[in-house]
């Protein structure tokens, strides 16, 4: 394959799939292609019993520059539906999703990392929401995900104005988790996918349905860790100063 072709470039290992978005020529820019392809990606993951992390980037130095601007010519407006669906179907992802971004994140990318559970980015990395440039209605849906991130405020100035914003911006308003250093992007993120792998994944899928605002499942989870002997796994391991053995969910 072509490696200047636009294309999502997927790997697996030790429990962390990275999925990284590679369109050299137009700043990692999501083709309609592309767009289709994140829902595929993202049901084979979840049905892959050794992924537990999901780690977004982009090639080189840009995480995601938005849409292919060519592709927004559909007067059917087919590729903002294409962007909408990925970004949902990033946000119902029932594992732990990181967004490692340098570079620029902008329109389409910043959907796609607002709908990450957290987003780490290095220092010079630039924010934007720019449907305001191009006449386009942001969804309803990729709206309220950017406020309850940032604030009603913050949200505002980024969909009136579709100004960039740095890092450190991104870091006091919500849009961001951490920023670190330039060269230590790579390794702060991937040490802290280490981290979510030897966690129980009962706790963080209990945990990411509760954030998400879903209020109907306090039995259901209750029973999933009476059934799945976790808690007694977790206790014990810390009474025995060992690393725990969790086992949620049973693949037998």
């Given amino acids: 394959m072509d490696r200047t072709e636009p294309r999502l470039q997927l790997t697996v290992a030790d429990g962390v799939a990275t999925l990284v978005i590679s369109n050299p020529a137009k700043r990692n820019a999501m083709t309609a292609a592309m767009w289709r392809s994140v829902p595929v990606l993202l049901a084979e993951l979840a049905a892959d019993a050794s ?28 590729p903002q539906g ?7 179907a990033l946000a119902a992802f029932p594992l732990p999703t990181l967004a490692s971004v340098r570079g620029y994140c902008v329109g389409g990318g910043s959907q796609l990392a607002a709908a990450c559970d957290l987003r780490f980015a290095e220092e010079g990395a ?16 990729s709206t309220r995900r950017l406020v309850a991130l940032t604030g009603p405020a913050t949200a505002k100035h980024l ?7 740095g890092a450190d911006r991104a ?4 849009l961001v988790d951490e920023v670190l250093p ?10 802290y996918a280490r981290v979510l792998v030897s966690r129980s994944r009962l706790t963080q899928a209990a945990a990411k349905e509760f954030a998400s605002g879903r209020e ?15 808690t007694a796994e977790g206790v014990a391991a810390f009474l ?4 725990p053995r969790f086992t949620w969910p049973s693949r037998a």
């Fill in 126 to 141: 630039s924010f934007g929401v720019t449907p305001a440039k191009l006449g386009i209605v942001y969804p309803a849906s």
């Fill in 82 to 88: 294409l962007a909408v669906a990925a970004e949902e």
């Fill in 182 to 191: 330039a060269g230590e992007l790579d390794k702060r993120v991937e040490a």
């Fill in 171 to 174: 870091l006091r308003t919500g």
């Fill in 159 to 165: 969909l009136f104005s579709g100004e960039l914003i």
């Fill in 216 to 230: 109907d499942r306090d039995a259901h989870w209750a029973d999933q860790a009476r059934r799945s002997g976790d």
């Fill in 240 to 243: 025995e100063r060992r690393a």
């Fill in 51 to 78: 992924v537990r992390v999901l780690v977004l980037t982009g090639a080189g130095e840009t995480f995601c520059a938005g849409a292919d601007i060519s592709s927004l010519r559909d007067p059917a407006g087919a």
